[in-house]
């Protein structure tokens, strides 16, 4: 069974800077694709990131703000967040969209929260 654990998340300051990672562990086969969404009180749970087959997309948002990298050999995500803001708390959620000995698999971590105070 694959999991994936997010770390990274915190309180910051607005205009500061925070980094998530997210590993992906278990018998993947390859990864399709992995991504960030977030969900603040009251709202959603909305697309942040996605990074798929060497392409990369983000919510209107976070451009210019936020990059997304992966490292494969690590199965690894990451999401370099600069410039935040108070709307950008929340509680940020990696994705995965992988193929395992089953087949095709699309998995959620638990989230960490990201906090940006005014």
């Known amino acids: 069974q694959e999991q994936l654990v997010e770390s990274g998340g915190g309180l910051v300051q607005a205009g500061g800077s925070l980094r998530l990672s997210c590993a992906a562990s278990?018998?993947?086969?390859?990864?399709?694709?992995m991504g960030w969404y977030r969900q603040a009180p009251g709202k959603q749970r909305e697309l942040v990131a996605v990074?798929?087959?060497?392409?990369?997309n983000y919510a209107d948002s976070v451009k210019g703000r936020f990059t997304i990298s992966r490292d494969n050999a690590k199965n690894t995500v990451y999401l370099q967040m600069n410039s935040l803001k108070p709307e950008d708390t929340a509680v940020y959620y990696c994705?995965?969209?992988?193929?395992?000995?089953?087949?095709?698999?699309?998995?959620w971590g638990r989230g960490t929260q990201v906090t940006v105070s005014s």
């Open positions: 994705n995965a969209d992988l193929q395992d000995y089953q087949g095709r698999k699309f998995y």
């Open positions: 278990g018998t993947i086969f390859s990864i399709n694709a």
């Open positions: 990074s798929s087959g060497g392409s990369t």
